[in-house]
């Protein structure tokens, strides 16, 4: 991102609103993509999970049922389940029921052939961040972290990943990701195993070693361990290991935090319930029961709650469930045991008095290793997922975790607490039908839908800078149509971005004036075609609409505009457009060719 400052336009006030009539309404783009035909399992959810309030929003949870041997239970009805929020029990406002048996059964694949439909035509100069996928299925994501991994790690999981896609059911719409030193997608959604397979193939980027831990993993430092000489030897390199273990963690954890909700915000748009499966071998958070972290290998507690909450809160209102998978497989310490030490070299440790030896290193490795895990089964219980560990068949962990996300109930209900204070609140979902046991998210996070403007600014510019990097998949919370002209007469000489944003996602405000308001953000970031960012255009647009302008808004679109000066080149345009009040973010990656002046 360059280092010079923000260009802001002066905020315009929008008392009636001219439809851009080159572009279809995206309000309309927005329904028919839910709207169409759907199995007959699907019943539609009443309101969207991203349509906020200034007064309130919508809970959406995913319920999985199944029976005594693990079986979905498919015939529940609304009046089956009761919801408690911290013990408060809250109506039921909408119902859905997925079930992919009978539309997987009715997919045919034909190898080497995409099952995705082919993007909508748009004219010329014009870009969208509106999906074009569609499928009755839940969808899966592959999360390839080799940020929190070994390259030995990475190895396994590459194989295991070509196991699991030679099984791949038929109608199984998954997109892969991987985390690095960016986020990246290797592969947008398909369900044609040829086309991932290729994905899997071609990706070569490994975790930056500046973020990694120079002595290795915890088996590695364990192995090295049963070479030592000396107690004194031991005992300096665990203080080397000590603090090494904390050299860029704070990185590793940013990264990390903030590629979930770049995850969360990619798949806002698509309907139903997202299955991410995240592959990795460490985690470097601890979560705490009361939702706070800390990191690892330091005595000091960091507060990383904010961040946590923003992405858990992203990862809620996407519908994401989260499904981690240990990459170390079984995770062993055999070569510590008694019998392999006694024929090491360092005779099977140190029994000199210091109070140093081999045991203890073994069971803060042990203790690690269950750190670990705790903290993939806080993830998966707070998100409604299913951890998967100590198993070396990665391949039909994966598929286990599709096959759990498969099959589900989801509920929605306005809270009846509007006190919206940030702290984690605890759902419970009971049932009176005998022998039905259910699994759902733990809770969220009570974050106040339209107090984005009270946010610390650093993580509200961070949001943007994000949004605007060519490297964040394009974010879908805010959906846009966007054209984008090279300079010409009819321009002024300038490039003019405009863009048409779907105002349904949009929080208006209803003010004492009669007029409905809103505030959102337009920006442009621009890059040369080889991804050096050049400069940034951002303007705030605020609108006051009576009601005639309102509801016609709704029937079209909301319009912004950005111009700007550009030299004769080729370039990438990072385009994005956020909500003010909410923080709801769209991007997309547009090109353009400005040519020699006439």
């Not at 439909?117 to 010329?124: V, Y």
């Not at 024929?343 to 203790?367: I, K």
Request: charged letters at 20%.
């Amino acid at each position: 991102m360059p280092s010079h400052p923000w260009r802001f336009r002066s905020a315009v006030t929008l008392l009636l609103l001219s439809v851009i009539s080159y572009l279809p309404a995206q309000g309309q783009a927005a329904q028919h993509q839910t709207s169409q035909p759907q199995s007959p399992q699907t019943q539609p959810v009443y309101e969207s999970a991203t349509v906020m309030r200034a007064t309130t929003r919508m809970v959406l949870v995913d319920v999985i049922a199944t029976d005594r041997s693990g079986n979905p239970v498919t015939d529940l009805k609304p009046g089956d389940f009761t919801v408690l929020e911290d013990r408060s029990p809250q109506q039921i406002r909408s119902f859905n029921f997925q079930h992919p048996a009978e539309v997987a059964a009715s997919v045919v694949s034909t190898p080497g052939v995409s099952t995705q439909m082919p993007a909508p035509q748009l004219p010329e100069h014009v870009f969208t961040n509106v999906p074009a996928y569609r499928a009755a299925a839940p969808l899966n994501v592959i999360l390839v972290d080799a940020l929190n991994s070994t390259l030995l790690n990475q190895m396994n999981v590459r194989e295991e990943m070509f196991k699991l896609l030679l099984k791949l059911p038929p109608g199984r719409p998954v997109a892969i990701y991987a985390l690095g030193e960016k986020l990246q997608i290797l592969q947008d959604f398909t369900s044609d195993p040829k086309i991932l397979r290729d994905a899997i193939t071609h990706y070569k980027d490994h975790a930056p070693q500046q973020l990694k831990n120079p002595v290795g993993d915890p088996i590695s430092q364990a192995f090295i361990l049963t070479t030592l000489p000396s107690p004194s030897s031991l005992q300096a390199y665990l203080r080397y290991t000590q603090d090494a273990a904390s050299v860029g963690a704070d990185q590793r954890i940013s990264l990390t935090l903030d590629a979930l909700q770049a995850i969360a915000q990619a798949l806002s748009a698509y309907p139903g319930r997202k299955n991410l499966i995240w592959l990795s071998a460490s985690f470097p958070l601890a979560l705490n029961v009361d939702g706070k972290m800390k990191l690892k290998g330091d005595a000091a507690e960091r507060n990383y709650e904010p961040q946590l909450a923003r992405m858990a809160d992203s990862l809620m209102s996407a519908q994401v469930a989260v499904y981690p998978v240990d990459a170390r497989g079984m995770a062993t310490l055999s070569f510590l045991e008694a019998g392999v030490a006694a024929r090491h070299p360092s005779g099977g440790g140190y029994t000199d008095g210091s109070g140093v030896g081999l045991e203890p290193v073994a069971s803060n490795l042990s203790d690690e290793l269950l750190a670990a895990h705790a903290t993939m089964n806080t993830l998966a219980e707070r998100t409604g997922g299913k951890a998967f560990y100590n198993t070396n068949d990665l391949d039909k962990a994966v598929l286990a975790g599709m096959d759990d996300g498969a099959t589900y109930y989801t509920l929605g209900y306005y809270p009846t607490s509007r006190q919206w204070d940030g702290k984690f609140r605890k759902l419970q979902i009971k049932t009176a039908r005998a022998d039905v046991k259910l699994r759902y998210r733990s809770g969220y996070f009570a974050i106040d839908p339209t107090g984005y403007p009270q946010k610390d600014p650093r993580l509200r510019a961070h949001d943007l800078i994000q949004a605007l990097s060519l490297e964040s998949p394009a974010a879908t919370a805010l959906l846009f149509q966007a054209r984008v002209l090279p300079p010409s007469k009819k321009t002024g000489n300038k490039v003019l971005v405009d863009f048409s944003i779907d105002p349904h996602a949009l929080s208006f405000q209803h003010g004492d004036d009669g007029l409905e308001h809103a505030t959102m953000k337009c920006a442009v970031e621009v890059y040369s075609d080889k991804g050096v960012p050049l400069r940034t255009e951002a303007s705030d647009v605020s609108t006051a609409l009576k009601p005639d302008a309102y509801q016609q808004v709704l029937r079209t679109n909301l319009p912004c505009r950005a111009s700007f000066n550009l030299e004769e080149g080729n370039y990438l345009l990072r385009l994005a457009v956020r909500d003010e009040r909410t923080g709801l973010i769209g991007s997309q990656t547009a090109e353009l060719s400005v040519g020699a002046e006439e």
